[in-house]
């Protein structure tokens, strides 16, 4: 069965303090692995897709890496504007389907 | 940004009524989703439609639920006679291939 896991499920940072987010996967067959933000009260916003090990995306302040196994997503200075839940999402060959873990909550203290 | 709407962004419904949520996808996005996220859980797959038929559908996505694309530019979910437990977050998502990009959701509450 595929499976995605989120970890820490929460991180509280210091305004500046680099960290990462883990998303490990399971699936056989990946045809994309996905990165979004979520807001409270507010649909995933769509941030990166990551195709195949070894590729990074970046953006502003993150960063998103994939291995055969897991993907990070890096996050470099973080704000108190980056607060929010990044969510990770795998496509499979074949199938239309996303699927989620269930997130990590980031709070990012001045 | 061309976005997706939901609408309503809340809806209260009586245990075994039915509830039609709405969603207008992207205008040149031609494959559709829907997903389900309830308090405090993963957002989970639903269906997804493509050529105004469902191309794939979960477990969850039994004969209570229907979908319909009944113009041009909207797409519906059905749940016919709703339970308690269909009380979830509703996201509705449209894509043009990859990625798919997500309508801020209902809130269905079922009493």
Known sequence: EDQVTQSPEALRLQEGESSSLNCSY???GLRGLFWYRQDPGKGPEFLFTLYSAGEE???ERLKATLTKKESFLHITAPKPEDSATYLCAVEKGGSEK???????KLTVNP | EPEVTQTPSHQ??????????RCVPISNHLYFYWYRQILGQK?????????NEISEKSEIFDDQF????PDGSNFTLKIRSTKLEDSAMYFCASSAGQPQHFGDGTRLSIL
């Open chain 2, 12 to 21: 209260v419904t009586q245990m075994g009524q039915e509830v039609i949520l």
């Open chain 1, 98 to 104: 996303l699927v989620f873990g269930k997130g990590t």
């Open chain 1, 57 to 59: 995306k970046e953006k």
């Open chain 2, 43 to 51: 957002v989970e797959f639903l269906v997804s439609f493509y050529n």
């Open chain 2, 66 to 69: 229907s979908v319909e694309r």
């Open chain 1, 26 to 28: 399971t699936v056989s």
